[in-house]
């Protein structure tokens, strides 16, 4: 090739071409470095230039470097993945290839000391004959072609063992596999559970790991040297050279769904990317996604299941509070019986955890004499009130001499109201901005600052620990609570979603959940799902080895089917029925479904671009498209920009992406405004 198109990795939707100098042999995939601008920037030879450039005006390709090529599976599937997601294809490379010094090597150092384990807690039972089935099925899949397996197993019932084993075959053929973990910065249980299992350290991939661990682990990966890679969500675009297996663990969390810069759902791509690289896909969950679950009933998706926890464990029992019937005393959350349960298991030397995914003191503050509440200056949200110092909002973190001494909250005067959208934050204010009066506003609702106040007031001994930031600078803080929680150190463990995650606390016996309805409120299509995962999730924490565990429910509508399920155990009704539901109302999986967010700071603007779009002439009835909308975003400004929603249902056969973009391309929107798309939206912001 004497002219090649070369794609960066920057938010442009193709390559450039670029002149091949004469002792230079490009072949697509190569990796280059080319001129780019006053600088100069990696790329990807994607194939032959098209354009005609005059000889004096095209640059050259600088360097060809030697790492193995991006193999034709891989560029279709980032072409791929830039069509479906409707995103520029060098945005797509750009998590392929995220990094830029490529030549550079190490720094000779000391090596560091390996990290030290905590304390192991695991059961190391033999395989059960439901396991070792499990394992059969899906070691079978290894080594051939493409394939999804669902592993739907009950919390505790040893999913891991049996997906390591087919690790462990796929290893056996030199080759690479790929874990997702949601959470993987937390997840400290599962690399010392592998570690253990396989005698050496996956290479580790998330945005938190330094530039220079992320190029080592780059390269290794490029290289086929990295031969288990286990990561978040952007591991899964990776360039590896001899990919065989790839497990996406919990694949019904919503983590997996990026919403930020390029929009997609991990889960989704790299089920595209088995069939591009023509492997085998194992999804794990206890709670699966509707939508794999209808997969799998469907056919579409082979399925093996683990109905019973490993080791004798058995699961917890289920207590539902009914609120209406136990009501707490003013400014008070948590119900006389979850007291005393948590009281008597912390005096038997057993753990407890308390949820409630909310960070901060309160959700809100309140003038007592005027109603004013204060509201974020850039977002449509309330300001939430915290009560600590520092910068990591919600996460509390008590030092191992603190444990046993936990102080009221309410000691420390650095009180601050924040803004969990946009982390705008004020000092908390004496003076009502509306009606001048001073020191009136309340406190309204809790969060989990205010109920490690409350549980300070009737479990004074207790060590407790508060983990509820999802602030990454807390990453060793919380790591520490898990650990500390692991070895026991910890009574009680007061906590957002970032508790429900997978640990594996031997100790522990009662779950208590603050305010089980708190996701089931609000307009979106897939809250008693998400709601039902989280707390299932939640609830199997508990009892995992030889103490019997229970799960306490504090509901005002213990009748509701979710609450329901919850109580009696009976998964597959609950899934059925939400099936049914998403049928009548012609919701996923039995339609798709893509939005549209229009954003600027200017609201004139804003409104206009979202009508011209929803009056846009090309949508056919033929189409078998409709387009709802535009209707103001729940969220109506954030971060200082106005936002309006439309969205778009079309059945299962229907090119949406196609339909979106040629929707988009109709307008032309002021400079000021962005439209943004996002195929099979999850949240509804
Ligand atoms: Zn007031
Ligand atoms: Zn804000």
């Known amino acids: 090739m004497k002219q090649v198109e070369i794609l960066l990795p920057a938010a442009a939707p193709h390559g450039f071409d670029y002149r091949v100098p004469e002792n230079m042999i490009l072949t697509a995939g190569d990796i280059v470095t080319v001129p780019f601008g006053h600088s100069e920037s990696l790329g990807v030879v994607w194939g032959a230039g098209k354009v005609d450039i005059p000889p004096g005006k095209i640059k050259s390709v600088r360097k060809r470097h030697e790492f193995p090529p991006l193999s034709p599976a891989m560029r279709q599937f980032i072409d791929w993945v830039a069509w479906y997601n409707c995103a520029p294809k060098g945005a797509v490379l750009k998590m392929a290839l995220p990094i830029s010094d490529i030549d550079k090597e190490p720094r000779k150092k000391k090596e560091a000391p390996p990290e030290k384990l905590p304390a192991r807690h695991f059961n190391l039972a033999e395989l059960s004959d439901a396991q070792k089935k499990a394992t059969v099925i899906l070691e079978d899949k290894i080594g051939k072609e493409f394939s999804v397996t669902l592993l739907d197993g009950v919390t505790g019932s040893g999913k891991t063992e049996v997906y390591f084993d087919a690790i462990a075959k796929a290893l056996a053929n030199e080759s690479q596999i790929l874990v997702l973990l949601p959470e993987i910065a937390l997840s400290v249980q599962w690399l010392e559970r592998f570690e253990r299992r396989f005698g050496f350290t996956p290479a580790v ?20 040297e990295a031969k288990v890679v286990v990561g978040a969500r952007s591991a899964l675009f990776l360039p590896y050279r001899n990919l065989a297996l790839m497990i996406v663990d919990e694949e019904h969390d919503q983590s997996y769904k990026q919403e930020d810069g390029t929009i997609y759902h991990a889960r989704d791509m790299t089920v595209a990317r088995g069939m591009f690289e023509k492997l085998p896909i194992i999804l794990v969950s206890a709670t699966p996604s509707l939508e794999s679950y209808h997969n799998a009933k469907t056919g579409k998706y082979a399925e093996v299941s683990l109905p019973a926890r490993h080791g004798g464990a058995v699961m917890p029992d289920v207590e539902m509070i009914d609120m209406r019937q136990s009501p707490v005393s003013a400014n008070t959350f948590i119900s006389p019986i979850l007291r005393t349960a948590l009281a008597e298991t912390i005096a038997q030397g057993h753990q407890a955890m308390l949820f409630l995914n909310r960070r901060g003191y309160a959700p809100l503050m309140l003038c007592r004499r005027c109603a004013h509440r204060f509201e974020c200056p850039q977002c449509s949200s309330w300001m939430v009130m915290h009560k600590k110092r520092g910068q990591n909002s919600g996460l509390r973190i008590q030092e191992e001499k603190d444990l046993f001494s936990p102080k009221p909250e309410s000691r420390i005067p650095n009180s601050y109201l924040a803004c969990h959208y946009c982390n705008y934050r004020m000092p908390e204010p004496r003076i009502c901005p509306a009606c001048g009066a001073k020191d009136q506003f309340a406190a309204c609702g809790p969060g989990v600052e205010r109920v490690s106040e409350e ?27 898990i650990s500390s929680m692991a070895e026991r150190r910890i009574d009680l463990l007061i906590g957002t979603q970032m508790i429900a995650k997978g640990h594996h606390f ?11 309805d708190l996701g089931l409120s609000g307009g979106d299509p897939r809250a008693a799902e998400r709601t039902y995962q989280l707390l299932h999730q939640l609830s199997g924490r508990a009892g995992r080895e030889q103490v019997k565990g229970t799960v306490y429910l504090q509901s005002f509508m213990p009748e509701h089917p979710v609450m329901q399920a919850l109580l009696s155990g009976d998964r597959e009704t609950f899934l059925q029925a939400e099936l049914q539901a998403r049928r009548n109302a012609d919701m996923p999986p039995f339609s798709r479904l893509a939005s549209i967010i229009v954003e600027g700071a200017t609201e004139a603007d804003v409104i206009k671009t979202a009508k011209t779009l929803a009056s846009s002439s090309i949508h056919h009835p033929a189409s078998n498209i409709s387009l709802l909308g535009p209707s103001p975003a729940p969220i109506y400004r954030l971060r200082g920009k106005y936002r309006y929603r439309l969205l778009a249902r079309a059945g299962r056969s229907v090119n949406l992406p196609d339909f979106m973009r040629a929707l988009i391309d109709m307008v032309k929107p002021p400079k000021s405004v962005r439209m943004k798309i996002d195929i099979d939206p999850v949240r509804f912001l």
């Open 506 to 516: 031997a100790g522990l016996s009662v779950v208590g959940v603050v305010d089980a």
């Open 455 to 481: 549980v300070a007031t009737f479990l004074p001994k207790a060590r407790v620990a508060v983990m509820a930031s999802d602030s990454m600078d807390g990453i060793k803080d919380m790591k520490n609570i």
């Open 205 to 224: 991939w998330h945005s938190e790991i330094t530039p220079v661990k992320k190029r080592e682990a780059w390269k290794a990966i490029a290289r086929g």
